[in-house]
């Protein structure tokens, strides 16, 4: 739930989907996959590449409103948390799905080359021209990484 959650850009309905897409196919397949967790995941990542695919046609774009900033009382990583769900909701759906596998699934290049139908090269520059939007989005985010340091 929480790579579909991660891949959809924070749209809770959305992830709902593409969890119950992947285990509705990995049934079907139960007697003749290996590694069910890898093949959950894998049909996950071409799932939502393939939605992606389809509401670009469509020229829709859906992204998660950002939390209301009233509630300061929430602990610092809560807040680290949505400021980090809403920048990567503004991201194109290939940069995030970059970014998601890259950095919190943390796959190989390759392996993420695999996943989303690209090279190599497309994955290196799509991760870092997605970190670079992600540091220009949201800003708080460089600051509080490198106070971790």
């Not at 469509?58 to 809560?78: F, I, T």
């Not at 080359?113 to 220009?136: D, F, I, K, N």
């Amino acid at each position: 739930m929480r790579l579909g959650f991660l891949l959809t850009g924070g749209d809770q309905h959305a992830a709902e989907d593409l969890v119950q897409h992947a285990l509705a196919k990995l049934a079907t397949r139960w007697r003749r996959v290996a590694a069910p967790e890898a093949y959950a995941r894998q049909t996950m990542y071409r799932q939502q590449v393939s939605w992606w695919r389809t509401s670009t046609r469509r020229g829709e774009v859906v992204l998660a409103d950002p939390p209301e900033a009233a509630a300061r009382d929430l602990n610092h990583q809560s807040e680290l948390r949505l400021v980090l769900r809403a920048a990567l909701a503004r991201l194109t759906a290939r940069q995030r799905a970059v970014l998601v596998l890259r950095y919190f699934e943390d796959l190989p290049e390759q392996d993420v080359a695999r996943a989303l139908g690209c090279s190599v090269g497309t994955v290196r520059s799509t991760a870092h021209r997605s970190l670079a939007r992600l540091r220009e989005i949201a800003p708080e985010l460089a600051q509080e990484l490198a106070a971790v340091r």
